[in-house]
């Protein structure tokens, strides 16, 4: 018998009958884990963290995400948010200076950070390049400058939360994209109640911050040629660098270094505040030789806010479980023992979109913690007799389907 | 891939618990692939246990570029390699190597005869050690050419020739064999 066709196939059913085979014995993970806790306990590890509402971003665009490197990408934004969270110490000259400007209508930058990618055909780090724009009330812009993925490089997206729609479009296909908005939710995390997602000034008020509390003069330096003023902080495993205009007072670059050198720099630059933004930078018509689609919404609107609902909920019980090495709470009233939320707020969490002071719409099951993440079904929508148009679940990790297959659902949960 | 990141994250804040988890999600995979490059368990299970005692000391530098897999099982071949190094023309018999118990019940492994299977367990062990590498990563690991040429050092070409070189030799091997 010969094998000269197949061989990659026939080696691979090979490599898995022989990988099927093969277990650890007991001793041997005896030996291993004893001696990995006991190399554990001797090396020197930064102390244990609360899982910041930061996480937000991850689990939403871990359910969207096609891409892993999507997940990558806000995982080191979260490690941002959660860093930059913590108060820093400021200097109330230049805090009042700042507090001004955080009167400012307008705000744009380009954030610059380093992030892995990978998906079927590639993998490796690039280094990431957006730029944001704002203006208040209710304008955003954002451009993707750089990308692993050609199709994406220059992609615009504009929201205009005043007509709740968004646009976005690629350059690089002349593709544009028109979606309504009418139906992004949001929970107030304070109330529980369920709002309409609006600007979002995060970004400048946090760049504020960091410059109110550098007040280590480094002295006149240039950049881009401009005399500019740069201060520092220091702040547990972080420096962070800010580059002031001395004329106006406002920031125009910000850097953050870690001591841990594997971690990426984070440079915010070109920041410019209370500039005039054109408002055609915010336009909603495409350009003219793009070819426009516009997104139907899909899901029924009483589905996207139960889904609202339950991807909060979610998210409170991934930061519990980060809280509490990977377990999960017992029941959902946990949450509120530990702090993660308050009482007022998850009852109204629970409730119906229509009835916030009502019942409970939701079930919890308390997943095992060794169980799938991404599989493992830890809320859903109660129901009596199986809707038509599907059942709102969540997963351990935070993501939420529309599940309209009964026969699937019922297997998630058995 | 999500909650290998929250695992890593977790154990380079010193949790035990993302560290069991990582071990018993990983063991069995990264054993099999040890004794897939060794031929020899004891290599194979030295090998286990130096790289998880490394990748706890090293977690708080880790800055992981590939799948946590991938970056395991990379660590598994050069530890193997060096193990290898070490104990020179310490190839076990093949009576020796890790085989398959008679019991599998598994449809894929059913569909593949033991005499076939020991066939190809001989022509892998003949295999050049670097060809063997590279086929074992590949498709056992699940690793990418682009990753393990990174984790070896050379040019993704290399580990592509490396590759249809061993299923080449692989091929002409089994041929020979069916034409005693």
């Known amino acids: 018998m010969k094998h000269t066709e197949n061989i990659e196939k026939l080696i691979k059913l090979f490599c898995v009958r022989k990988r099927s085979a093969v277990k650890t014995t007991a001793e041997l993970d005896e030996r291993i884990i004893r001696n990995t806790v006991l190399a554990q306990k001797t090396t020197k590890t930064e102390p244990l963290a609360a899982m910041r509402p930061g996480l937000w971003r991850m689990i939403m665009r871990n359910r ?71 203006r208040e009330p209710d304008l955003k ?37 028109l979606r309504d908005m009418v139906y992004d939710y949001t929970i107030d995390r304070k109330t529980g109640e369920l709002k309409q997602t609006q600007l979002n000034t995060r970004l400048r008020d946090r760049i504020l911050e960091w410059s109110a509390g550098a007040v280590e003069d480094c002295g006149n330096v240039k950049l881009n040629g401009q005399t500019v003023r740069k201060l520092q902080s220091r702040h547990d495993n972080r420096t962070t660098t800010v580059w002031i205009d001395p004329q106006t007072n406002y920031p125009i670059q910000v850097e953050h270094t870690w001591t841990d050198e594997s971690r ?101 099951c308390k997943p095992d913690s060794s169980a799938d993440w991404p599989t493992e079904v830890t809320l859903y929508e109660i129901y009596d007799e199986w809707p038509e148009d599907g059942v709102v679940t969540c997963f351990m990790d935070g993501h939420s389907e529309l599940i309209t297959d009964q026969n699937r659902f019922e297997e998630l949960i058995k | 891939m999500l909650e290998d990141k929250l695992l890593v994250l977790k154990l380079k804040r010193g949790s035990t618990d993302a560290l069991r988890r990582i071990y018993e999600k990983y063991k069995d995979d990264l054993l099999a692939l040890a004794i897939s490059l060794s031929y020899d368990r004891a290599i194979a299970e030295d090998a286990l246990h130096d790289v998880f005692v ?91 050419f682009r990753v393990i040429a990174q984790s070896q050092g050379v040019s993704i070409n290399t580990v592509q020739s490396r590759y249809r070189y061993g299923l080449d030799k692989l091929r002409s091997l089994l041929n020979e064999e069916a034409e005693k």
């Open chain 1, 64 to 134: 969207m995400t096609k891409y892993v490197a999507a997940a990558v990408i806000v995982f080191v934004m979260i490690i941002g948010i959660v860093e930059f969270g913590k108060p820093i110490g400021a200097s109330t000259a230049f805090a009042a200076a700042m507090d001004n400007i955080r009167k400012a209508r307008t705000f744009s930058c380009i954030e610059m950070f380093e992030v892995s990618y990978e998906d079927n055909d590639k993998s490796g780090t690039y280094l990431m390049e957006q730029k944001w724009m704002f």
């Open chain 1, 141 to 177: 812009r954002h451009e993707k400058l750089t990308s692993p993925w050609p199709q994406y490089v220059g992609e615009v997206t504009i929201c205009n939360y005043g007509t709740r729609q968004e646009l976005s479009f690629r350059p690089a296909e002349k593709t544009a994209r």
């Open chain 1, 264 to 364: 990426s720099p984070v440079m915010i630059t070109a920041i410019q505040i209370d500039v005039e933004l054109n408002y055609k930078l915010f336009s909603l018509e495409a350009p003219d030789d793009y070819t426009l689609s516009v997104d139907e919404p899909g899901w029924p609107d009483d589905k996207r806010k139960l889904m609202t609902k339950v991807m909060h909920l979610g998210l409170m019980c991934v930061i519990y479980a980060g809280n509490n090495d990977n377990r999960f709470p017992g029941e959902l009233a946990d949450l509120v023992t530990s702090g993660v939320i308050t009482e007022e707020a998850l009852k109204r969490v629970l409730a119906s979109p229509n009835d916030p002071d009502g019942p409970p719409v939701f079930r919890y």
């Open chain 2, 54 to 144: 490394a990748f706890v000391q090293y977690a708080g530098n880790l800055r992981l570029r590939t799948s946590l897999k991938s970056y395991l099982s990379s660590c598994i071949a050069n530890r193997v390699r060096n193990l290898n190094r070490a104990k020179m023309d310490r190839l076990a018999p093949l009576s020796q190597t890790e085989t398959v118990g008679a019991d599998c019940n598994n449809p894929s492994q059913q569909a593949m005869s033991a005499e076939l299977y020991e066939r190809i367990d001989r022509a892998m062990a003949e295999l050049p050690y670097p060809q063997r590498e590279v086929l074992v990563l590949h498709v056992q690991g699940g690793m990418k």
